[in-house]
């Protein structure tokens, strides 16, 4: 019986060029990642949703307040809209209620959020993740950025989405991702179309 091990192709210096269709490489033990990106309708996940913390917290800077990230209450209105930089799974949302660590007496303005809808290759799981780390006003240790709010750092903790509805979707936001004041924090929200 011949080895068959003896008429395998190597992959190695010799055959790596710029073309890898075929040959060696895909008969070899390696992986190639690749980008998945999705294009979601430009009709769906815009207008008016409601936007609820889906519980108080007692972590975090805001977890020394009211334990709300936007505004003195778990519930307010935002208007998602396309985001200019993202067009084709993008959106983007500036809430009024109020500002950061209002439960603490400061209530800065927070920037612009920016959510992109994604999809995970590998599982095939849906979910939605902060794409910019967002100003709020505040320091706690002279750190330049100060207190941001971004994507939480696990994908694990991120919020899931329907595809084929825009009535409702989750979302996580992760408060003081540089850890300016305290380790990061992930909030969890639930938006709902109006």
Same mark, same amino acid.
Request: hydrophobic share 30%; glycine share 10%.
């Given at each position: 019986m011949a080895? $068959? ?7 190695g ?10 040959g ?27 936007l609820?913390?889906d ?10 307040g ?22 084709? $799974?993008g ?7 109020g ?22 290759p ?19 240790q002279n ?8 994507a ?9 989405? %329907?595809?084929? $509805? ?7 936001i ?5 850890? %300016?004041?305290?380790?990061? $924090? ?9």
């Open positions: 080895d $068959n091990y003896q008429h395998r192709q190597k992959f210096p010799d055959n790596s060029g710029l073309n890898i269709t075929g060696a490489f895909y008969n070899s033990p390696f992986a190639q990642n690749i980008t998945m990106s999705l294009e979601v309708p430009q009709d769906q996940f815009v207008g008016t949703y409601q609820e913390q519980a108080a917290t007692t972590s975090g800077t805001v977890g020394l009211d334990g709300y990230l936007f505004g003195p209450d778990a519930t307010t209105t935002v208007e998602l809209k396309i985001d200019p930089s993202n067009t084709l $799974n959106r983007v949302f500036k809430t009024d209620a500002g950061y660590f209002d439960g603490g007496g400061f209530g800065t303005e927070i920037d612009s959020i920016r959510v992109a809808f994604t999809q995970n590998a599982t095939g799981d849906y979910y939605t993740t902060v794409t910019n780390q967002a100003g709020t006003g505040l320091t706690c750190v330049s950025a100060g207190i941001v709010l971004g939480p750092a696990e994908v694990s903790l991120e919020s899931n989405w %329907d595809p084929n $509805n825009d009535n409702q979707f989750g979302l996580t992760a408060e003081d991702v540089l850890g %300016d004041c305290a380790p990061s $924090n992930p909030i969890t929200f639930t938006l709902t179309k109006q």
